[in-house]
């Protein structure tokens, strides 16, 4: 059976301060084609369809246009992610579900899998486990509040379900962050009290693990002598520099009846290469090495002792999709590595806290005080949560 997974498509999403609509159509209409000319038997989305809970009208209107056009050709299958909202992404899902769209954003369904045959005869179940916030859904599953204790929770009503599929192969479709994925920036951390992240060994069983949130395509590690797949899609397009050595793709699938899963990343057209370019000001308007670069994605880290007049408009005119300025004087302060910096996608929302407080009290934070931002950041993630 031949099964196409992408996710973190961020409809709405801005790379730095510009829209990436456009991109993002150009996007949808490939993929629609890219289905109909390879005969996809089934394209799963695991999650962060938006990039916010409340998207924008035309975004909406954009994934209206890629559902008409997929499920013409074949089943959908979605799951929300952390930036979706899972209560307006699952409306009209039972009637969307009578058209081929297949959408599981409630925890009661996690159990209740697309049952699929494909044209060679392989019997396929997906089950879909949205976006779990152990603060929002701990009690509901009556599980350990912690990631690795609702996706495991999860997982048991799975397996209490597959013992009565026979020899279908399993599919299931997660956003998470799985240890020994590698992060960028863009994502949002989903850590708030406790380890953000889990183990892959809770998918032990399983055939393929389609998974959303990381958005650089990669395969996570599995226990020894497992023969689950556990694989990021990654993010179609580029929404961060600090993305700028992925190869932006969706991956294509092959389940046979018995036997190895196959998988192929197939490269996404993106608006443009990603370059991060050093030097002093009059070396990058004129040296050779840029040569062949100047309609890239292009952030500059300019390295003047002094700042130079007209740094951006002089820049401009060589490279036509400058994005980026960063002034780095030589002498000046080390780099700080994206990695490293305090960044509100990648740094869990305590720290920032914690950071804010050191700032400004040149002391560090108290446990009262912790404790106090602590139970802030839950109400206002589970108050967004319930959108």
């Not at 399983?206 to 993010?235: F, R």
Request: aromatic share 6%.
């Amino acid at each position: 059976m031949k099964i196409l997974h992408t996710s973190d498509w961020h409809l709405g999403r801005t790379f730095l301060s510009e829209s990436m609509h456009v991109h993002q159509e150009v996007f949808i209409d490939w993929l629609i084609a890219f289905v109909i000319t390879e005969q996809v038997e089934l394209v799963v989305i695991a999650g962060d369809v938006y990039d916010r809970s409340v998207p924008p009208t035309e975004s909406v209107r954009l994934f209206d246009h890629a559902l008409i056009g997929l499920s013409s050709v074949c089943p959908v299958f979605i799951t929300p992610g952390n930036h979706d909202s899972a209560v307006r992404l699952g409306f009209g899902s039972g009637l969307m579900a009578t058209n081929g769209v297949h959408i599981r954003s409630e925890i009661s369904d996690i159990g209740v899998p697309l049952e699929l045959t494909g044209r060679d005869g392989t019997a396929v179940v997906v089950y879909g486990i949205p976006y779990l916030q152990p603060e929002v859904v701990a009690t509901q599953l009556e599980a350990e509040r912690t990631h690795t204790g609702v996706l495991s929770a999860a997982m048991d009503h799975i397996r209490a379900d597959v013992i009565n599929r026979g020899d279908a192969r399993v599919v299931v479709v997660s956003h998470a962050f799985i240890t020994g994925g590698s992060s960028s920036e863009s994502e949002r951390s989903l850590e708030i009290g406790g380890i953000g992240d889990a183990p892959s060994s809770i998918f032990t069983g399983v055939d393929y693990v389609a998974m959303g949130h990381l958005h650089g395509a990669q395969v996570i590690s599995t226990p020894e002598n497992s023969s689950t797949v556990v694989k990021y899609s990654g993010s179609p397009l580029p929404y961060s520099f600090s993305e700028e050595k992925h190869n932006k793709s969706v991956t294509l699938i092959d389940i046979p009846t018995v036997g190895s899963i196959a998988y192929e990343n197939i490269s996404t057209p993106v608006p443009g290469p990603l370059l991060t370019i050093t030097g002093e000001l009059e070396a990058l308007l004129n040296d050779s090495q840029f040569d062949g670069v100047e309609n890239y994605w292009v952030r500059a880290v300019v390295t003047d002792p002094t700042r130079q007049e007209r740094t951006r408009e002089r820049l401009t005119e060589r490279f036509t999709n400058l994005k980026h300025i960063e002034f780095l004087p030589q002498g000046g302060a080390q780099t700080v590595s994206i990695s490293e910096r305090l960044d509100p996608q990648s740094t869990p929302p305590i720290e920032i806290a914690a950071d804010f407080v050191a700032h400004v009290s040149n002391g560090e934070i108290s446990d009262p005080q912790r404790m106090l931002f602590q139970g802030a950041i839950e109400s206002v993630n589970a108050s967004d949560t319930s959108l």
